[in-house]
């Protein structure tokens, strides 16, 4: 089967930085997405990974690790409005996309 | 921006009754998904289609019946509701041809489904 694995809750405070981990475990690989999604709305695409090393776009980062299975998102200058659930999602192999549970982040004054 | 919309965006409704849940994209989009996605929980993938006339169930057990018969629109049904359908549902889209698709998948606002 498959397996993602995210922590449940972060908390950090406006202005910071905070990394959020993902760690899998699945049939194959063909490609992770990070979603960010606000209570009670539809999921917005954030990044996309398939080979190893880091994407930056603006205040968001993503780094993807091949061979450890494990990827991160680094948010930096934080603001309010980053409160959401962050998702971890995975193509295993020759297949649909697999979701995490989400990190749920609240970000603090 | 995407452009995919699902309605109702609520629905409250007793037990028994069939429901169509509907969404359309205008994107032209060939990959049509249907999640399932309780409070605080993971999206479960339900149902999902690589163009018309083609419908896949997912991961996640379904009641529920899916058809393609046009490119923009992928309608879901429950024939009969039951309390344990309560939960709110996504549909989303992606472009791509291939089998899996490395293009993101676009989210509509979802339907929130309460079974009396």
């Known amino acids: 089967g498959q397996n993602i694995d995210q922590p449940t809750e972060m908390t950090a405070t406006e202005g910071a930085i905070v990394q959020i981990n993902c760690t899998y475990q699945t049939s194959g690989f063909n490609g992770l997405f990070w979603y960010q999604q606000h209570a009670g709305e539809a999921p917005t695409f954030l990044s996309y990974n398939v080979l190893d090393g880091l994407e930056e776009k603006g205040r968001f980062s993503s780094f993807l690790s091949r061979s450890k299975g494990y990827s991160y998102l680094l948010l930096k200058e934080l603001q309010m409005k980053d409160s959401a659930s962050y998702l971890c999602a995975v193509i295993p192999g020759y297949s649909t996309l697999t979701f995490g549970k989400g990190t749920m982040l609240l970000v603090s004054p | 921006e995407a452009d995919i919309y699902q309605t109702p965006r609520y629905l409250v409704i007793g037990t028994g009754k069939k429901i169509t849940l509907e969404c359309s994209q205008t994107?032209?989009?060939?990959?049509m998904y249907w999640y399932q996605q309780d409070p605080g929980m993971e999206l479960h993938l339900i149902h999902y289609?690589?163009?018309?006339?083609?419908?896949e169930k997912g991961d996640l057990s379904s009641e529920s019946t899916v058809s393609r018969i046009r490119t923009e629109h992928f309608p879901l049904t429950l024939e009969s509701a039951r309390p344990s359908h309560t939960s709110q549902y996504l549909c989303a889209s992606s472009a791509g041809a291939a089998f899996y698709s490395n293009q993101p998948q676009h989210f509509g606002d979802g339907t929130r489904l309460s079974i009396l």
């Open positions: 994107m032209g989009h060939d990959k």
């Open positions: 289609s690589y163009g018309v006339n083609s419908t």
